[in-house]
């Protein structure tokens, strides 16, 4: 049950250089995506989120584009640093945050100095 | 910062064992719930609780679970009777009516021998 997809299990860019991470979904029903950062023997930590009424939302370095007619959603980082290598998940959920979430497999970044 | 904290990181129980997951969500909380990820796989929603009782389970959250919130600050996830394939990373999270995120604990890791 691959709801939620994240295609490409890995990425590796050059620090000061854009990150652009992808999420693709087939229920059409979700409404609020999320995009969380996970670094090993730690739990998923919040980034960046977007509600369907809207297709852009920029938070710092953070930017989440969503395209409702593709059901495709990316992350961009710009500039990458090196800290920003972890797992990255995308979520998505019906009702917005307070209902379950789905989550994709994770794309690894690493973030070469 | 608050955050929400898993005790304990770490369990090791034998198969057919009873174990408690134990979560203290974030004060102010009013949702919580359980996801696990299984090694290799998907984060993936177990139990929401709000108002002292189940909102939404997945079909993973069978007879052997339960949950239970036995005061004003624990959230428990209670296996009855491990299976080798419940071993997996528990995740408690907690989120603020109408709030932009669910805030996630470090994980507890459950290995059944």
């Known amino acids: 049950d691959q709801q939620v997809k994240q295609n490409s299990p890995s990425l590796s860019v050059q620090e000061g250089r854009i990150s652009i991470l992808n999420c693709d979904y087939t229920?059409?029903?979700?409404?609020?995506f999320l995009w969380y950062k996970k670094y090993p023997a730690e739990g998923p930590t919040f980034l960046i989120s977007i509600s369907s009424i809207k297709d852009k939302n920029e938070d710092g370095r953070f930017t989440v584009f969503l395209n409702k007619s593709a059901k495709h959603l990316s992350l961009h980082i710009v500039p990458s640093q090196p800290g920003d290598s972890a797992v990255y998940f995308c979520a998505a959920s019906v009702g917005g945050a307070n209902s379950k979430l789905t989550f994709g497999k994770g794309i690894t970044l690493s973030v070469r100095p | 910062e608050p955050e929400v904290t898993q005790t304990p990181s770490h369990q090791v129980t034998q198969m057919g064992q009873e174990v408690i997951l134990r979560c203290v969500p974030i004060s102010n909380h009013l949702y919580f719930y359980w996801y696990r990820q299984i090694l290799g796989q998907k984060v993936e929603f177990l139990v929401s609780f709000y108002n002292n009782e189940i909102s939404e389970k997945s079909e993973i959250f069978d007879d052997q679970f339960s949950v239970e919130r036995p005061d004003g600050s624990n959230f428990t996830l209670k296996i009855r009777s491990t299976k080798l394939e419940d071993s997996a990373m528990y995740f408690c999270?907690?989120?603020?009516?109408?709030?932009?995120?669910?805030?996630f604990g470090q994980g507890t890791r459950l290995t059944v021998v």
């Open positions: 999270a907690s989120s603020v009516r109408g709030g932009t995120e669910a805030f």
């Open positions: 229920n059409s029903m979700f409404d609020y």
